[in-house]
């Protein structure tokens, strides 16, 4: 069964930094692109970034670009989301994705307030 399980999250500052972890199970991680997508209230959960499976490419949507990076561990099954620079719109619930496996992770809460 695959399990994607977010960790990270929390309130910051803007301006301030954060890093988020997906620790993945169930699947050949190492073998299969991941993502990461956010969704803000009232809004669709929209992709932010996504990463091949040997991190040689990467796709980062324009409202996050040079202040997001996504990168992995395969050898801890863990997609990271590391974020500069945050800013009040970057508030939202952010999700891991296997996109292979159509599974998606519970969910962690960013809040980017003064």
């Known amino acids: 069964q695959v399990h994607l399980v977010e960790s990270g999250g929390g309130l910051v500052q803007p301006g301030e930094s954060l890093r988020l972890s997906c620790v993945a199970s169930?699947?050949?991680?190492?073998?299969?692109?991941m993502n990461w997508h956010r969704q803000i209230p009232g809004k669709q959960r929209e992709l932010v970034t996504a990463?091949?499976?040997?991190?040689?490419?990467?796709v980062v949507v324009d409202s996050v670009k040079g202040r997001f990076t996504i990168s992995r561990d395969n050898s801890k099954n863990t997609v990271y989301l590391q974020m500069n620079n945050m800013e009040p719109s970057d508030t939202a619930v952010y999700y891991c994705q296997a996109p292979r496996q159509r599974a998606w992770g519970q969910g962690t809460q960013v809040t980017v307030s003064s």
């Open positions: 990463i091949s499976s040997n991190e040689r490419d990467t």
């Open positions: 169930g699947f050949t991680f190492s073998s299969n692109p």
